[in-house]
């Protein structure tokens, strides 16, 4: 796959949008936040020269003090999710990596998130937002309706969402394209022209009703496992992009504010 053709075909598909007067919304993901480390500022600062609103997915028993302030400093262009509770495996050896799974009690689970919320509100006051992303973007299945129950906002995972709520007042919104390729012994940079496809996919399938039309399509990073190619593919990316009268990309407290009404 040729990385120029690729670019061409997303100006293609964008041009599709704003010929049917649409808005190609987007939205852009980073989890497992923590600290104040040199990736987690390179990513802010990315944020703020191309003013891409940016959502933290934040692990709230990793969240430091140091942190709070970066995140404070950079004002409404950064908001914070939370990540699970301390982005701890509890699955059996060999099986997929899972913080909530079913291996523990339910109550023991939701009483962690509950927890966890509370550390990141008090810690991000405003700017966070009542958002699950569960660690490894999967959880048990009788999680939702808890999630409801606790006043959740909204739920974010991987890959195109099956329902705008999977239960009343629980939104979802997903991210579609992860720069990370984690197979293999370091995790690196997915690829370009892979990546620029797979937004041309989300889009065109959005565009065409075959996914849902609604849902923005999610970019996804995980600063502290890139390599100078991902850091260089976001600068180009968001510098693109910039150029397109559809493009719109939304803040996630924008996106989570009212998407829980039916
Ligand atoms: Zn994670």
Redesign the pocket.
């Known amino acids: 796959m040729n990385a120029a053709e690729a670019w061409t075909r997303l100006e293609a598909e964008l041009s599709a949008w704003q010929q049917a007067r649409r808005t190609a919304s987007l939205w852009w993901r980073d ?2 936040a923590g600290d104040a480390t040199p990736a987690l500022r390179r990513l802010m600062a990315i944020a703020l020269t191309h003013r891409v609103p940016l959502a933290l ?1 934040t ?1 709230p028993a990793w969240a430091t003090s140091a942190l709070a302030a970066a995140v404070s400093e950079a004002g409404t262009v950064v908001s914070v999710l939370q ?2 509770y301390a ?1 701890a495996n509890h699955a059996p050896l060999g099986q997929k990596k899972f913080e909530l799974g079913p291996e523990r009690p339910a109550a023991v689970v939701v009483a962690e998130l509950a927890q966890g919320w509370h550390v990141l509100e008090s810690r991000f006051g405003a700017q966070f937002s009542p958002v699950l992303v569960p ?2 973007n999967r959880m048990a299945p009788y999680l939702p309706p808890f999630l409801a129950e606790l006043r959740y906002r909204g739920l974010s995972q991987f890959g195109p969402r099956a329902r705008r709520q999977p239960v009343r007042g629980l939104l979802q919104v997903n991210t579609h394209v992860d720069i990370v390729h984690w197979k293999g012994p370091a995790p690196r940079f997915a690829g370009e022209a892979k990546l620029v496809d797979e937004f041309v996919l989300h889009l065109a399938a959005r565009r065409a009703g075959e996914a849902d039309p609604e849902e923005p399509t999610g970019l996804l990073t ?1 600063h502290a496992a890139h390599d100078e190619a991902c850091w260089r593919f976001l600068e180009d990316l968001f510098g693109r992009l910039a150029k397109h009268a559809a493009v719109q990309w939304l803040a996630a407290p924008a996106i989570f504010a009212d998407g829980a009404k039916p």
Request: a negative charge; glycine letters at 10%; aromatic letters at 10%.
């Open positions: 989890d497992d997915a692990v990540h699970g982005h660690p490894w995980h």
